[in-house]
């Protein structure tokens, strides 16, 4: 249950990707206190037995601070490489032939296995094949069931295993290897709060892992691959949150095409309520460098005034020399942006009309109240989340305090924009939600002596997905009087 904890004004949450550079509960602690709201766990690298010390610093962390605290498991995905050369390497030329096939013979300047099958079905002439994270292009000229030719366009060094990316064509492969399907068992033992699913091409490659999930973990759509933009909306529909993965889709695109595709994403999932997650490459200099670049932090701050609910870093803390700093840089510009005029306005060029229900009219509502009235902040009581990620998709201009009965449900809301989530109680009737409210505004500091604040709620409570109830209600002195939890 919980402590009175001060609740971050800063409305963006920030990720930050755990790793050798910040895997103590030492370190940890630190990026708390630094800025950090959530924590992602990458299972591409490392095995699954350390990833156990980890969560169990991020939830003892959580218990000694009295907030709870988000941790997302990042599945690797399919991943697809060519295969080995006689000698380690090799140099192609632009302009020359090169042939891709199943032979698992080592390969030489004429060609080289490619172990993916699903490839050799899929693939069409003139169809790009991306190597070594674009540096080298190929482009197909002719091919067959078990080979591949292709016409060198951009050539260089090519060495073993490299990775491959297929732009131009959708691979029939499955958004879950066997890798990805014993790193989701063990991700959800853990009970880690959010499972972060790659290279997502098509809504169809969702049902797999949401099977598998079965509720327990939250599920977010990474959006990595050109493919996915053409049914985007279908994606964002069947997961719970999104990722603007700019890696892969830096790779797999002209990289003037991934700015406006970033807004279009985070549009998107606004417009249909789901939490989106900027990522990638946003502090990259800082890997090194006690200090970002002035284009870095551009960056970070285009996507705070998008209104993305959290901005991710990467190798800046898993594995930079500056873990500490560059999470309290992120938090810096983070809180830089919010506190301009003009930011209320740029979060709201994305409109985000309300369904037709009594639980969105009521968000838009608590919304206009919220500024119409002066209300300090807005109080919602939700077992789901829906109540809150409704409200907060509606980006009002006062702080979201949520109070859940569900400790999975409060961990879970920490990717959403403006949100304190504090695990409590239910209530039982209208007085004691009005009461409550008024409590937990006052030891939280959402709220003090003289605020009004809004209060949302379902009736009969305890039904999830009920929410028919808006009150405004003013804060006197005495409030805290008896009060035991």
Same mark, same amino acid.
């Given at each position: 249950m919980s402590k009175a904890t001060t609740p971050r004004l800063r409305k963006v949450r920030v990720l930050a990707t755990l790793g050798p550079a910040s895997s103590t509960p030492e370190m940890i602690e630190k990026l708390f206190m630094a800025g950090a709201d959530a924590f992602r766990i990458n299972m591409s690298h490392g095995d699954q037995a350390s990833k156990i010390p980890v969560i169990d610093a991020i939830r003892k962390l959580e218990k000694r601070i009295g907030r709870p605290t988000t941790i997302l498991a990042d599945l690797q995905g399919p991943k697809l490489r060519v295969g080995k050369f006689a000698d380690g390497r090799i140099e192609l030329v632009t302009g020359q032939s090169f042939r891709l096939d199943r032979d698992p013979t080592p390969g030489d300047i004429s060609r080289v296995e490619l172990p993916h099958r699903e490839i050799f079905v899929a693939i069409e002439e003139g169809a790009r094949l991306l190597l070594d994270d674009g540096k080298l292009v190929l482009r197909v000229t002719d091919h067959?069931?078990?080979?591949?030719?292709?016409?060198?366009?951009?050539?260089?060094?090519?060495?073993?295993?490299?990775?491959?990316?297929?732009?131009?064509?959708?691979?029939?492969?499955?958004?879950? %290897?066997?890798?990805?399907? #014993? *790193?989701?068992?063990? =991700?959800?033992?853990?009970?880690? !709060?959010? $499972?972060? @699913? +790659?290279?997502?091409?098509?809504?169809?490659?969702?049902?797999?892992?949401?099977?598998?999930?079965?509720?327990?973990?939250?599920?977010?759509?990474?959006?990595?691959?050109?493919?996915?933009?053409?049914?985007?909306?279908?994606?964002?529909?069947?997961?719970?949150?999104?990722?603007?993965?700019?890696?892969?889709?830096?790779?797999?695109?002209?990289?003037?095409?991934?700015?406006?595709?970033?807004?279009?994403?985070?549009?998107?999932?606004?417009?249909?309520?789901?939490?989106?997650?900027?990522?990638?490459?946003?502090?990259?200099?800082?890997?090194?460098?006690?200090?970002? %670049?002035?284009?870095?932090? #551009? *960056?970070?701050?285009? =996507?705070?005034?998008?209104?993305? !609910?959290? $901005?991710? @870093? +990467?190798?800046?803390?898993?594995?930079?020399?500056?873990?500490?700093?560059?999470?309290?840089?992120m938090n810096s510009i983070a809180e830089a942006v919010e506190r301009d005029p003009m930011h209320g306005e740029r979060v709201h060029f994305t409109i985000t009309r309300p369904d037709p229900t009594t639980a969105d009219a009521l968000a838009e509502a608590a919304?206009?109240?919220?500024?119409?009235?002066?209300?300090?902040?807005?109080?919602?009581?939700?077992?789901?989340?829906?109540?809150?990620?409704?409200?907060?998709?509606?980006?009002?201009?006062?702080?979201?305090?949520?109070?859940?009965?569900?400790?999975? %449900?409060?961990?879970?809301?920490?990717?959403?924009?403006?949100?304190?989530?504090?695990?409590?109680?239910?209530?039982?009737?209208?007085?004691?939600?009005?009461?409550?409210a008024k409590?937990?505004?006052?030891?939280?500091?959402?709220?003090?002596?003289?605020?009004?604040?809004?209060?949302?709620?379902g009736v009969p409570f305890g039904t999830p997905g009920s929410t028919n109830v808006l009150h405004v209600v003013r804060i006197i002195g005495d409030e805290l009087k008896g009060y035991g939890g």
């Open positions: 067959g069931d078990d080979w591949i030719d292709t016409k060198v366009v951009t050539g260089g060094t090519l060495s073993n295993s490299k990775g491959l990316n297929v732009p131009d064509v959708v691979v029939p492969m499955a958004a879950l %290897t066997d890798k990805d399907r #014993s *790193d989701l068992v063990f =991700a959800l033992d853990q009970k880690v !709060d959010w $499972i972060a @699913l +790659s290279f997502v091409q098509r809504p169809e490659d969702l049902a797999e892992a949401r099977l598998l999930i079965q509720g327990r973990a939250a599920l977010l759509a990474k959006i990595e691959k050109p493919s996915a933009i053409d049914r985007l909306e279908e994606i964002v529909e069947q997961c719970d949150g999104v990722m603007v993965a700019r890696g892969d889709l830096g790779v797999e695109l002209p990289p003037e095409q991934v700015p406006p595709l970033q807004k279009r994403i985070v549009e998107v999932s606004r417009r249909l309520g789901r939490p989106v997650v900027v990522a990638t490459q946003m502090l990259e200099s800082m890997i090194t460098s006690p200090s970002p %670049t002035r284009a870095e932090v #551009s *960056d970070v701050a285009t =996507a705070v005034y998008d209104g993305a !609910d959290a $901005i991710m @870093l +990467s190798a800046e803390s898993a594995a930079g020399a500056w873990p500490i700093e560059s999470v309290a840089m919304k206009t109240i919220a500024q119409t009235a002066g209300a300090a902040a807005i109080i919602c009581f939700t077992i789901s989340g829906s109540t809150a990620r409704r409200i907060a998709r509606e980006r009002p201009s006062v702080p979201l305090l949520v109070l859940t009965p569900k400790l999975e %449900t409060a961990r879970r809301l920490g990717l959403l924009w403006g949100t304190h989530a504090v695990h409590t109680r239910d209530v039982g009737s209208f007085e004691d939600m009005v009461a409550k409590r937990m505004a006052l030891r939280h500091r959402i709220a003090k002596a003289g605020d009004r604040v809004i209060v949302m709620a």
